[in-house]
């Protein structure tokens, strides 16, 4: 369904040249696809430096699509950018962000995401209260324990991820025990 475009002018490398083409409001498909599935992340900036206003799902495939490509220092400053120009930001964004600083070791980036994170309405979600801890697992930073003993409910994906910073930290005997709790 169509709800509104607006036309722009864009030239991006030898394979992509438009003149003009319908910008959706929801374009986030696109940025997937150039992004993510076809490994061209820079040609997906290129075209969403052109788009004027663009929404959380943009923002968001464009931070997802740095990360699926291993460029993890970029999404991180994409986040900063879209922070520091007062976009509202999702589950998602603040997902993606923790997950480029786990994977980049990056505790204290990870801590300002912490918090721009608590005093959102996405706090306690989660698919947020999973990336944090992800993160400070992955920092191995003594915090896990707290987010995931404040969290109000807990799947799977909780307790494995404090069983495993249980392990990483050779503490086999609580390891255990949290998986006994686990079950």
């Known amino acids: 369904m169509l709800l509104h475009y607006n036309h722009l002018h864009i030239s991006i490398g030898p394979k992509i040249s438009c003149t003009p083409i319908p910008i959706l409001e929801q374009f986030d498909t696109v940025f997937a ?3 993510d599935r076809e490994g061209q992340p820079h040609l997906a900036r ?3 430096d052109k788009i004027p206003q663009p929404t959380t799902a943009v923002w968001n495939s464009i931070i997802i699509g740095f990360i699926c ?3 993890l220092h970029e999404a991180i400053l994409l986040y900063s950018q879209k922070k520091s120009n007062s976009f509202l930001c999702d589950s998602y ?11 980049t070791r990056s505790l ?4 300002v995401v912490h918090c721009h994170i608590l005093p959102s309405h996405l706090y ?8 944090l801890l992800n993160m ?3 920092c191995l930073y003594e915090d896990v324990k707290m987010v995931f003993e404040s969290m109000p409910k807990r799947d799977v994906i909780s307790w494995n991820i404090l069983i495993l910073w249980y392990v990483k930290l050779r503490v086999f005997a609580e390891a255990v025990s949290h998986f006994v709790k686990m079950m």
């Open 136 to 138: 400070y697992a992955s």
């Open 108 to 111: 204290r980036i990870g801590k």
């Open 46 to 48: 290129q075209l969403f």
């Open 33 to 35: 696809n150039y992004a």
């Open 124 to 131: 306690p979600s989660r698919i947020v209260c999973n990336s």
């Open 93 to 103: 964004t603040y997902g993606s962000t923790l997950k480029a600083c786990a994977e």
């Open 69 to 71: 490509n291993n460029m």
